[in-house]
């Protein structure tokens, strides 16, 4: 039996829950990312985006582009809240949900005795009246082409790609379409003349690998049309983090310490809705001449209280010998469990013994 996979994608989802939440900004160019000039745009409304405003452009750029666009403070909390909404919306659909990121999911639903234009009709329905939001989705047999497909007319978009179609629908595409092809790739082969996907078509497996290395494999088949990974219903959480940039850079270690303080805080949230406990802590710094940095500590055992991640944080600032000023400071948890205490061995016990002991 032949997979039907979909894939949905919120439109530009901060921007509209910002202005759901406040009807006076539809239909205005809303830039969420805040208004210091050294942050970058998180999402922005289709109307900021006729003025050229884009994802991860920095605030100075968006300002130059889009003066009179209103930019607001990301507020993940929120963001978070309509998300679980959304996700309910999907579950209620199939459990074969698998989550790619706040906004966005792929669903198995060749079980499932409705066509999948159906079942995307009767989501979209449902976003819409209950939360006054749109998404767009893609239909195929596979995860790429359905991503591929979901990005297709946004806003509000629905596009179904057949096998048949394949892969003639993909040529006239071009090749940063193709999740895994970065920016130093598309550059390379824009040296040698390849643009689109139907160029990119005419290389061979062995020049593939040559420009993407082991996942040069992958690329090859998927712009064919094979792409055999299933829908995953349990993502491991890998790392959850917050980040900031200043409006003026700084070495002010109390000032650090009330930042990280209020991440450490917005973390200890995000660990209880996930029910986790994380062992590794990481602080990112990004000084003056634009070098990034980052010092982590794993420990023991394993924690999941405010106190426990802003004692660590407190601890890796005040071992960091900061060398310029501070432009950007982030903190993350990683290596989770949803265990409290890590088993120590037999080996971990009698070292510690002794340790105490000497």
């Not at 970065?182 to 062995?206: C, P």
């Not at 400071?329 to 469990?337: D, K, V, Y």
Request: net charge neutral.
């Amino acid at each position: 039996m032949q997979r039907l996979i979909i894939h949905v994608d919120m439109d530009a989802f901060f921007a509209s829950v910002e202005q759901m939440d406040n009807p006076k900004l539809k239909g205005k160019p809303v830039i969420v990312g805040g208004n210091s000039p050294r942050g970058v745009v998180s999402t922005c409304s289709y109307e900021a985006r006729k003025y050229g405003v884009r994802s991860a452009m920095p605030i100075f750029i968006a300002k130059q582009l889009c003066p009179g666009g209103i930019y607001l403070a990301v507020r993940h909390k929120r963001y978070e809240e309509i998300s679980h909404k959304v996700f309910d919306i999907l579950h209620s659909v199939t459990d074969m949900v698998e989550p790619v990121s706040i906004d966005e999911a792929y669903l198995d639903v060749s079980t499932l005795k409705d066509e999948p234009v159906e079942i995307v009709n009767m989501i979209k329905k449902k976003v819409k009246e209950l939360l006054g939001l749109t998404l767009s989705a893609g239909i195929s047999y596979n995860k790429f082409l359905a991503k591929t497909a979901s990005e297709w007319n946004k806003p509000d978009g629905l596009k179904v790609i057949t096998e048949d179609m394949v892969p003639e629908i993909l040529k006239p595409l071009p090749i940063k379409k193709v999740h895994g092809i970065g920016e130093k790739s598309i550059e390379k082969l824009n040296e040698i003349g390849i643009y689109t996907i139907g160029q990119l078509l005419n290389l061979t497996e062995d020049e593939m690998v040559y420009y993407f290395g082991k996942y040069g494999i992958e690329i090859y088949n998927r712009i064919r049309g094979y792409d055999n990974r299933p829908v995953c219903v349990e993502r491991e959480t890998k790392s959850i983090g917050r980040e900031t940039t200043f409006d003026n850079d700084t070495t002010d270690k109390s000032f650090l310490k009330a930042v990280l303080s209020d991440f450490a805080q917005e973390l200890t949230r995000a660990l209880d809705e996930e029910a986790l406990f994380a062992k590794t802590v990481t602080v990112k710094f990004k000084t003056d001449n634009f070098k990034t940095h980052t010092r982590s500590k794993t420990l023991k055992k394993y924690i999941n209280t405010y106190g426990e991640i802003k004692a660590t944080a407190f601890d890796i600032l005040d071992n960091y010998n900061i060398n310029g000023s501070i432009r950007l400071i982030g903190l993350s948890l990683s290596n989770f469990s949803d265990a409290r205490y890590e088993q120590l061995s037999f080996f971990d016990l009698h070292m510690d013994k002794q340790l105490e002991e000497g």
